[in-house]
């Protein structure tokens, strides 16, 4: 496509450089194809063994419950294609959520391949070189300061009381007390006081203007007179100076930095912008994402595998989710009609109470609630209680309702299933508890148990799709090539 446009725009020369490197690309692939033979054909697409083998052998690791030979697998496989190109006919493809889903999931494994070690490591050189004029020929400093706090809106009093605190630390720290042990003790800098007074290291332009300067005029083991900033008095002791050490001492942490930041992002955007321009804008962002999706696919079977795994996969699902899943759970008389049919599937170990445990405030509600619900059918229950009791801002009633089996409810247990030792939780405010429903030995319609009936009703509708798609399409297995599975060089 790509050099059909440009011969269209008449840049001959620029085809003739890119010819050759086309023809080293594709030579190679006759040499792959014999090395991967056919394993099968599904509605007329070819599928080589590494795909089948990479499938197979994803889905059937160790950890696997239900293993399944290659022989179980193969209907599995194939059922699978046939939905994939059932999608496709349908253009789900096309569909503007399915393309900018499969963009987004394909950028994330081709985007960083476009920076290299190389690339990384220029940044890191960077950010180093960055690093390093911004610490400046004074280089950095290790210290310790103890800090009396001031404010400064302190009274005349309150100045003077902290003037002889410091003065006093100072005193202590000539006659040979211990810097480290004073400042945990006196020191109202939390974050240093608790080590020592220690600040780690630090460079001109990132303490305040008076700390910094005293703090750079200091060599080490040098200790400061009590000096005023804008949060106190300071005593400083220089623990240690140095300048940054050479690139390689500081390369690891560099790296880790740059790949937490994103900064890998900002470089892959950066090639591709370049690059798009570089191209006087005959391709695209994405043609250029497309190209190396492709190329890479050429030479790295995983990766190639992985993004159409994924490309497939979410064929399958808006297809499926069309065709069965969500058309079968809204379907409700297909799932009555079902549960009708199949009853006998569908039986308990023991009963269920098909109703509601409530609370109210009064008594006479107790059985206001029970009046309103009765003639309704059960789905029905929750808004006309909602809008008879709780309509307003005055919620009279606290309700649970569904199907419970006895171990579900406290209150449902002592009342329905006659468990005396049940302890039942009172709601604060609503001192009345009172249960309204019945008891069922078995279900009495698909919505008592619309979660088996929906799965199994899917399962059917399933098995009948399948049906149709290998019949509309044809498909053939090389029986020679399948029993090769994993078991050549």
Same mark, same amino acid.
């Given at each position: 496509?790509?050099?059909? /446009? ?66 179980? #697998? ?63 020929? +004074? ?49 109202? +800098?939390? @974050? ?48 240690? /100076? ?5 690139? !390689? ?9 740059? %790949? ?8 892959? %955007? ?46 399958? #699902? %808006? ?26 599937? #569908? ?54 309702? @569904?199907?419970?089996?006895?171990? !579900? ?11 005396? +030792? ?40 399933? /098995?009948?799709?399948?049906? +149709? ?21």
């Amino acid at each position: 496509m790509f050099l059909n /446009r440009l011969i269209k725009k008449g840049v001959k020369g620029k085809v003739e450089r890119f010819l050759p490197f086309y023809l080293f690309t594709f030579l190679p692939l006759s040499a792959v194809a014999q090395s991967d033979p056919i394993i099968m054909t599904v509605a007329g697409v070819d599928v080589p063994r590494s795909e089948f083998e990479y499938s197979y052998n994803k889905n059937n690791t160790d950890g696997v419950i239900d293993k399944k030979t290659i022989e179980e #697998y193969v209907d599995l496989f194939v059922n699978y294609k046939l939905k994939v190109q059932a999608a496709l006919d349908a253009k789900y493809d096309t569909l503007t959520s399915f393309k900018t889903e499969f963009a987004q999931y394909r950028d994330q494994q081709i985007l960083p391949t476009f920076v290299t070690d190389v690339d990384m490591l220029e940044e890191a050189h960077k950010v180093y070189d960055q690093t390093k004029e911004s610490i400046g020929p +004074d280089g950095l400093v290790s210290a310790a300061h103890i800090l009396i706090l001031m404010s400064q809106k302190a009274t005349e009093e309150q100045q003077r009381d902290a003037k002889r605190r410091i003065d006093s630390v100072y005193t202590a720290l000539q006659a040979g007390a211990d810097f480290e042990a004073l400042a945990k003790q006196v020191s109202q +800098d939390p @974050g240093s006081a608790r080590r020592g007074g220690l600040l780690g290291w630090f460079s001109r332009h990132q303490m305040i203007k008076e700390f910094e300067d005293e703090a750079f005029a200091l060599q080490p083991g040098q200790m400061s007179k009590p000096f005023q900033s804008p949060y106190g008095w300071h005593i400083i002791l220089m623990k240690e /100076r140095k300048q940054l050490e050479p690139f !390689d001492f500081h390369r690891e942490n560099i790296m880790k930095y740059i %790949e937490q930041r994103g900064i890998r992002n900002a470089i892959t %955007e950066r090639k591709l912008e370049a690059m798009v321009k570089a191209s006087d804008s005959l391709k695209t962002r994405n043609m250029f994402i497309e190209e190396r999706t492709d190329s890479l696919s050429q030479v790295d079977p995983e990766m190639r595998y992985l993004i159409k795994e994924y490309h497939d996969g979410l064929l399958l #699902y %808006e297809i499926s989710n069309r065709t069965i899943w969500e058309k079968a759970a809204k379907d409700e008389e297909s799932l009555a009609l079902y549960f009708k049919k199949n009853k006998k599937k #569908y039986q308990w170990d023991e009963p269920r109470f098909k109703g509601m445990a409530y609370h109210v405030k009064q008594q006479s509600d107790v059985k206001a609630v029970a009046n309103c619900v009765k003639k309704l059918k059960f789905e029905a229950w929750n808004e006309a209680l909602r809008t008879t009791f709780n309509g307003d801002s005055i919620i009279r009633i606290r309700v649970e309702k @569904g199907l419970f089996k006895k171990g !579900d409810n406290a209150l449902i247990d002592r009342e329905c299933f006659k468990v005396a +030792d049940a302890k039942v939780d009172s709601v604060k405010g609503y001192p009345i508890d009172a249960v309204y429903g019945k008891m069922l030995k078995k279900p009495e319609d698909y919505t008592d148990v619309r979660g088996q009936v929906t799965a199994d009703l899917q399962d059917e509708m399933e /098995r009948f799709w399948v049906a +149709d798609l290998r019949k509309k399409y044809t498909f053939t297995i090389n029986e020679n090539v399948l029993k090769t599975v994993n078991k050549h060089e």
